[in-house]
């Protein structure tokens, strides 16, 4: 972070007392964006900065068609708002685009608010995965989503290009950090009864993963995928070879990174990959496409090898220096995340016309 954005980041924090982030995005899912936001809730109130949330748990929900880990609330205009009032926070954040993420969007331009929001997930392309809707017509909803804002966080800076170049504005950067006490090296504690090298993936089990990428390769060992979700059934009775563990947490998760020669990452779609740096801080060497992400993460070509060929990936991978892929993972941390966050908030209390004619 420059001079400038770290000066604003300790201004918004001196200022800061209440922020609320709003999600659609919560448990019992296991993904990316909730993790990212219950570490930086964590990280934030350590810094004495009071952490609220609006999430669907508070509301009915329904089911996603075909995800139905993924709930989409029911709550009426008038309960969120009700909510906010509640909690009156400093700071809203929205962290999503979903009926949350609309509700209290609307919240704020009706009282002429300023929030931030931040874009997390490839929705566009998921959606286009499943339906015929081309991700240029879901463009259309976020750009107009996003631009009351002001400012949309995203993770990378290969995102924020592509995202500007269709269309959305007021972009900034807000990076990710990661437990590298958790996530750290040590022996090798698992798979130890089964043929090596130990190939690694962890992540949701579904299309927009491209899993079948990792476990189609003809590489020798054993590939290994922890994670869970729609495609699972039909992928573990067409690679019986692969080991499947379903979704690991805490400690066990961690020996299981620690444990890997090789973590594989065969996604094309995701805007930063939270399980990259959890793997590297383990030093694990990555190996993945040369796409959004990876590109922007796997810095150190001695950390990691990208390839649009992902089995010459994974075979150069194999001979990196597992020091050099710590010594990356710990270069993300959850300080430097948050004060991202911070320097990018504004007072709720600033009418967003005010805020214009300011810039």
Same mark, same amino acid.
Request: glycine share 8%; charged share 20%; proline share 7%.
């Given at each position: ?29 296991? @993904?990316? =964006? ?35 880990? /993924? ?8 309960? =969120? !708002? ?11 954040? /929205? ?5 949350? &993420? ?64 269709? &269309?959305?504005? @007021? ?49 020798? &060992? ?23 563990? !379903? ?113």
């Amino acid at each position: 972070m420059d001079r400038d954005g770290g000066r604003r980041a300790a201004q918004i924090q001196a200022a800061a007392r209440r922020v609320l982030i709003v999600t659609d995005a919560w448990r019992p899912q296991t @993904n990316g =964006v909730v993790r990212t936001l219950e570490s930086l809730g964590r990280e934030l109130e350590r810094r004495d900065i009071e952490v609220r949330y609006l999430t669907p748990e508070r509301f009915w929900t329904l089911p996603v068609p075909t995800y139905p880990e /993924i709930r989409l609330s029911l709550a009426t205009q008038s309960s =969120v !708002g009700a909510f906010i009032d509640g909690v009156a926070p400093h700071h809203i954040h /929205i962290a999503t685009e979903g009926p949350l &993420g609309l509700q209290a969007r609307q919240y704020c331009l009706d009282r002429g608010l300023a929030f931030t929001t931040s874009f997390h997930t490839r929705f566009p392309e998921y959606l286009a995965a499943r339906m015929p809707v081309h991700p240029d017509w879901s463009y259309g909803y976020f750009r107009w989503f996003h631009q009351p804002a002001t400012s949309t966080m995203v993770p990378t800076p290969s995102l924020l290009a592509e995202l500007s170049e269709r &269309g959305l504005g @007021n972009l900034v950067l807000w990076s990710r950090g990661v437990d590298s006490a958790r996530f750290s090296p040590g022996p090798k504690s698992r798979f130890l009864d089964l043929p090596g090298p130990h190939l690694l993936y962890v992540g949701r089990v579904a299309a927009e993963k491209s899993v079948e990428d990792f476990l189609r390769l003809n590489v020798e &060992g054993t590939k290994i995928v922890v994670g869970d979700g729609p495609d699972r059934a039909a992928l573990e009775r067409d690679y019986p070879d692969a080991v499947f563990l !379903g979704y690991q947490f805490g400690e066990e998760l961690a020996a299981l990174y620690r444990s890997a020669d090789v973590f594989v990452f065969p996604s094309r779609t995701d805007t930063f990959g939270n399980v990259l740096i959890e793997a590297l801080a383990s030093g694990v060497p990555v190996a993945a496409y040369p796409v959004t992400g990876p590109k922007d993460i796997v810095t150190d070509s001695e950390a990691g090898a990208l390839d649009v060929d992902l089995g010459a990936a994974v075979s150069r991978a194999l001979t990196l220096s597992r020091h050099a892929a710590r010594r990356l993972g710990e270069s993300f941390t959850y300080s430097a995340s948050a004060a991202q966050f911070l320097g990018a908030l504004v007072p709720l209390g600033q009418m967003i016309s005010q805020l214009a004619t300011a810039g």
